[in-house]
């Protein structure tokens, strides 16, 4: 994305609603950038868990932990 | 007297202002910010706040507003007893302050809502926990629309954190000079080149600093057909923010007095005494309301505290201020607020028409003042002269406790070992003729196996 498009890009939703402060329009281009960034962080972060568990499911076939067995009809 | 007047912090918000009628602090909401308050209300993320103890409860009432051609509701917060500014605020209760911050805005996107500032003046110290005071902070959340608030946060919590952590815990001062925060220009330049390696502080701070640097003042063609800070984006950077104000760290050592417990000059049954003697003051005068100046870690101040009158305790030292702020935390007490104050030069009014941050005096009086081993520092270590310091106390409040150190002091004579004794006046016969002037002396006890004496006296 070349710069002008980005600046168009962010500055758009800002009009209305009840804000009053000025956002700077550094912090505003920075936010995108960080947003890119740290929101794929984020995500990894939040289902570290489930990744770390799926990873090691597929190598030992384990079951997740609280996961129960379940009775299938013979 | 606070009187049927506007409150003058409020003025920039247009949703929305403070008042004051018959001594009562209202708020009132203008039409504009009508659908938003309506929506705080409906979605439940007030009283989610509430019950968190996130922000201040307040009533609807049926109060007429201040101006009426505005209003859209009145409500009538909860008062605060003291209203206190982030420079006066150890480090430990900045960070708890930009803390709640971050968890507020993430519990209003839940809700969706997101905070449309983020001002450390609307955090203040309520029952022993910062909260939010300003209940017009929330706008609806657009998915895609940047966090407005950023910079503010940026500016008022992180940069003077960082700076206090990596540099001098005595950069909180900063505050007092940039209203709006520190400029993150000015912040970048100050920290240590190390922090380019700390990756929130490379974005936040310095990053920052030169993209506020490359694009200010840039006229912008807007266009309404994207948007980039998705929900997820904009929880990332919120938890990057949260991790590196939690990284964050400073430790009182050994500054000027937070190591007085081990130092000071009493031995048990002195101190044993000196504390009954200020209980029984207390119990005599019975005041809704105490500042302790010179309060150090808060020992005496507690004594006021633990019996349910509002404190607040002032000191110099930043580390005293901060140790006594955790050990507040540590007993959930409720009723003491430990502040950073220079008693030379106590907090000024600040701000547009020198009438936003309200000087010291003005914030109030106390129903009685605690002024313990702190009369020889002003005399002796600052040169002020009884008289001044009698006046200046005689100001504040009409009941004060006050001890007088004498010149065979350890602690005087410390304070005279590295200069020339100029004070022929500082006697004990002395102090009591010039306070007598201001104050009726009502008791007044030598503490045991002292030569220190303690005094209730009274504002003529």
């Not at chain 2, 505050?175 to 700390?198: C, E, M, Q, V």
């Not at chain 2, 006594?324 to 003491?336: D, F, I, P, Q």
């Not at chain 2, 005689?394 to 004579?413: C, G, M, N, R, Y």
């Amino acid at each position: 994305m070349n710069g002008m498009l980005f600046v168009k890009v962010i500055f758009s939703p800002l009009k209305g609603n009840n804000a009053y402060l000025d956002p700077g329009s550094g912090s505003l281009i920075l936010q995108s950038i960080l947003a890119a960034l740290l929101g794929g962080l984020f995500i990894l972060r939040s289902n570290w868990k489930k990744i770390k568990d799926g990873v090691v499911n597929l190598f030992t076939g384990q079951r997740e932990e609280g996961e129960e067995e379940v009775d299938e009809p013979k | 007297m606070n009187q049927n007047k506007r409150e003058s912090a409020s003025f920039r918000d247009p949703s929305g202002f403070l008042f004051w009628r018959e001594g009562v602090l209202f708020r009132q909401i203008n039409q504009t910010y009508k659908d938003n308050y309506s929506l705080l209300i409906k979605s439940g993320l007030y009283q989610s706040l509430v019950d968190d103890g996130l922000l201040i409860p307040h009533e609807e009432v049926n109060t007429e507003p201040y101006e009426p051609e505005k209003a859209y509701r009145v409500i009538c917060p909860e008062r605060i007893p003291f209203i206190s500014y982030p420079y006066e605020w150890s480090f430990g209760q900045l960070k708890d302050a930009a803390l709640i911050t971050l968890a507020i805005q993430k519990h209003s996107l839940d809700f969706g809502m997101t905070l449309k500032d983020s001002s450390a003046y609307n955090i203040q110290f309520w029952r022993g926990k910062p909260i939010l005071i300003d209940s017009l902070s929330f706008e609806k959340y657009e998915d895609g629309k940047p966090w407005i608030a950023y910079r503010q946060f940026c500016q008022h919590f992180l940069a003077p954190l960082a700076l206090m952590s990596y540099r001098d815990v005595r950069l909180s001062q900063l505050l007092r000079t940039h209203i709006d925060g520190i400029p993150l220009d000015l912040a970048s330049k100050l920290l240590p080149f190390r922090t380019h390696f700390n990756f929130p502080l490379l974005t936040h701070i310095h990053l920052h600093a030169i993209t506020q640097k490359r694009y200010a003042g840039k006229k912008i063609d807007l266009d309404s057909s994207n948007r980039v800070v998705n929900k997820t984006g904009m929880l990332g950077i919120i938890s990057s923010l949260e991790s590196i104000i939690r990284q964050l760290n400073w430790n009182p050592e050994e500054t000027e007095w937070a190591d007085y417990d081990s130092t000071h000059n009493y031995t048990d049954a002195s101190f044993k005494h000196k504390k009954l003697i200020v209980k029984t003051y207390l119990e005599r005068v019975s005041p809704e309301t105490v500042w302790d100046l010179g309060a150090n870690t808060g020992v005496f101040s507690r004594l006021a505290s633990q019996q349910m009158i509002n404190t607040v305790a002032f000191d110099i030292d930043p580390g005293a201020v901060e140790l006594n702020y955790r050990k507040s935390v540590a007993g959930n007490e409720k009723y003491l607020v430990p502040l950073i104050l220079d008693m030379t030069n106590p907090s000024p009014d600040l701000g547009w028409h020198n009438q936003e941050r309200r000087s010291l005096i003005k914030r109030g009086s106390p129903d009685l003042l605690l002024a313990l081993a702190l009369v020889h520092h002003l005399v002796i270590a600052n040169n002020i002269s009884f008289d001044y310091v009698a006046r200046f106390m005689a100001d504040l409040s009409h009941w004060l406790i006050i001890e007088f150190v004498p010149k065979e002091d350890p602690q005087t004579q410390r304070l005279l070992s590295s200069r020339e004794d100029i004070f022929v006046d500082y006697s004990q016969k002395s102090f009591e003729k010039v306070f007598g002037i201001y104050f009726q002396i009502e008791d007044s006890v030598v503490i045991k196996n002292t030569k220190r004496k303690l005094y209730l006296m009274k504002k003529i």
